[in-house]
C-alpha cells in the first residue's frame, strides 16, 4: 500500500525522506490503523480514545458505519472487536473496489455519491432497521467519514428521491461551501443532523469519525448524523437564497423548508438535547492529526518541522507562489524556520480551469512550486491528495524539486507552458520521476504538501 | 510622519498594537534612521556597520547618491557627518517634494522615473564629474535606492537617450523581472554593473544600499554601480531573446550588446576584479530588516512573533485566502505559533485587474483576508506599502480585522463584491477605519503584511 512507484522516485536523498513523510500522513490516515490506534480490548474493558468502557455492561455490540472509508473502517473496528460484535452494515459508494468476505460481522451495502439515488435509500433503511434492534444495553460503535451526506439519507414524507437528486445537483454547483450545503441537506432528512439517535432507543454511542471538511467540523463531517445541530431551518432557507436556488428547487422542498422555519415540523436536536448524553463524536483521523504525524516524523529524520496550515485554500498556481516565498525565506535566512527544514500544510486548493489538459490541483500546486523554486538547491516539494486521487487522474500528487525546472529544459518541455494549459499530469508523465502513485486509499483527510529545505 | 489617520484606525486594543508595528516598519525603513543605525562618529574614526575606518587616513570625504530614497539618506548622512563632507551630489526623480535647502553639503539633481530622461544623463554627468574628483586618499559615501536605474546612465557612444527610453519602455512592459531586466540595462551602460567605480580612481568606497529588490540581491538594486556583476552580454542578448524583444530593440542597442558577445567591448567587472578591492557594500534597510524590527516590537507588545516570508508574492486576492488559512490554523490549534500571534511577512503580491475599481494590491490583499477571516475574533490584519503608495490612491494599504465582515454588512457593502471589481479602496473610504494613509515615505522596502491573532 502507500506509494506504489517508490523507485522511481529515489532521486535524491531528500527524495527518498519525501517519500517517507507521505507515507506517514497515508499510514495516519488509513481507517484500519486509525481505528486501531484510538480502539482497544483489554480484558473485558474497551478504551476508546481517551474513554475506558466495561461491555460487562452491555448486551450488545452494533457498529453502523456510513462514507467512503466505512469498509476499512469496518476491517479495523472487526480486527479490534470481532468477539464481540453482534451485528454490523456499513454504506459504501457503488464502484468501491471491496471485497466483503473481509468482514465477518459487519455487511457492505451500497448508495451513491457525489448523489443519492434509490440505492442510498434502500440501503439507508437497511441501516435504520439494525439501528432499532439497538436500546439501553446497546453499545452502538458509529462509523463516519465523507461522502456519508450522499450515501445515507432517509427522506421525509413527500419528498422524493428525484427532489432530493435535484437538490443535491443544484447545491453541490452553487458555490456554496460544504458547511452550507449541508445546512440544507440536514433539514431536508430524517437522519442527518444528529438524526440518527431517534432510532438507536437511547443506546450508547461512539461514533468515530474520519474528518473530510477542512476545519473538522463533526456536525459537518457526512451532515453530522450522531452531532448537535446547530444550524436551522431558516439558514437552510437562507443559504438557499443566497446562492439564488429558492425557486430553483423542487416544491416539496420548498414546501419542507417552509414548515420547518413555521415551526410546524421539529428541528433537529441542538446541542443540549438529552439525545446526546450517552453519546460521544471523537475524530480518529483528520487533516491536521496526519500533519502532526508528519511533524514528528520530519523531526526523526533530522528535519525542523512547522506545521503552517491545516486550512490551506485559494488558486493552486498563486498558493504554490506564497509556498515558495516562504521556501526562499528558509534558504536564505531560516526563516520562519532553520534549516534543515519541513514545512507542512494541509487543505485543499481550488483550481480555475483555463486550458484543456489533465491534471489535479495537487499537482498543479507542485508545478507551480517548481517553477518559482528553480534556481534553488536542495528543496523537495510534494503534494497530494490522501484519498490517492488528484482531479481525474491516476496520481495522487506530484513530487518537484528545485532541480524540475533543469529536467523539463533538457527535456525541452516548458514549465510555464503546462501550467498556463492545466497539463501538470501530462508534464510530469513525459518528464517521468515525478508522480505520486497510490491507487484509491479508502480514506480522504484532504490534501497534504510537504516541503523539505537543506 | 508615518501612520497619520492613527486616530480613526484605534478601534480595538489590537489596533492599537498594529498601528505600533506598522509605525515600527516604517520607521525601519526610513533613511535617515538607517543611516543613523549604521554609520556613527566616534571621535575621529567612523563607524560604518561593523567597520572603523580611521577618517585621517583621508582627505577628503565625497558623498554620490542615487534613488528615491537618496534625499532622505543624504540627510541622513549629513546628520551624523555634515563636518566631515566635502562635496555631495544626488539624482532624484523630478516631481519628488523635497526641500534641497535641509542640505548643506549635498547637491540634489533629478532625472525621470522610471524611463531615463536627457535630465537623466545631464545630473549623472555631473555626478561622474564629482565622482572623478576622487582619488586613492578619498572616501566615497555612495547612497543608493530604488529607481536608481532610472535616474542614473552614462551612454555608451552610438546609443541615443531615445534609444534608452525605447529599451526601457519595451523591457518594463515584457513581463521580465527586476533581475532580468537589469541584466540588460547593465549592459548598455557605462555606470551600472560597477562600473561607477570606475570613475573614482581607486577610492575607499562605502555603498549604503535602501534595497526595493524582493530577495535583496546587491547587483540589482539600482542596477548594482559598486557592485560585482555575474552576468554577461551573453545573458543580456538572452533576456532579450526570451522575452522576443531582440528584434524590437533600437539598432544601436543590438550592436552594443552584439559587441559585447564577441568581446569587442569591455564586460561589466566581475566578482574578484580588483576594482572591488576598496569597495564594501551594505544593505541598511530591507523588507527582512524591517520585517525583523516588526517582530522584535510585536515581542515586547507580548505577541509571538512568526515571520513567514520575505518573498511573498503570487495574486494578491488568492495569497490572502492562503494567510486567512494560516490565521486560522494558529486560532484553531496554536500552530505554526502560539496565541496571541503575530504573523509577520514581506515582499510584493500582484493584482490581475478584471473590474473597473479602484484600489492597490495591498488594499485588495487585505480586503481578500477580511472576506476569509470573517467569523473569527479577535484578529487584525494588515498590509501596507513602506513607500506610502499603494496602486493609484492617496493610501499606503489598509487594516482589516475580523469584524470587517459585520462593518461592511451593517453598512450594506458586499466585500466580495468590491474585491470582484477590484474596488478596495471605495470600499475602505466607505467603510471608515480602514484605510491607512501615510503620504510619500520617501522610501521603499517593498510592502509588508502582519496578523495579529489573540
New interface residues.
Partial sequence: MYIKNVNELLITDIHKDMIELINEGLRSADPVIAIKRNVELVGNKLRVVDEHVDLGLYERVLVLGIGKASFKMAQGIESVLEEVIDKGLVIMPKGAKVDASLLKKIKVFYGNHPYPSHDTIRSSLELIKLAKEANKRTLVIVLISGGGSALFEVLPKGISVHDLTKLNELLLKSGADIREVNTVRKHVSLVKGGQLLRYLNGAKVYALIISDVV?DYIEFIASGPTAPDTTTFRDAYEVLVRYGLWDKVPKSIRERIKLGVEGKVPETPKPGDPLFNRVRNYIVASN?IALRSIAKKAKELGYNP??????????AR?????I???I??VK??D??VNKPAALIMG?ETTVTVRGSGVGGRNQELALSVAI?IAGLRDVVFASFGTDGIDGVTDAAGAIVSSETMNMAKDARLNLKEYLENNDSYTLFKKLGHHLIITGATGTNVNDIAIALIR
Fill in positions: 476545519g491536521i512547522l506545521i503552517l496550515t491545516s486550512h490551506m485554500e485559494g488558486e498563486e498558493v504554490g507562489k506564497f515558495a516565498s516562504i526562499r525565506t536564505e535566512h526563516i520562519p487543505g518559482s
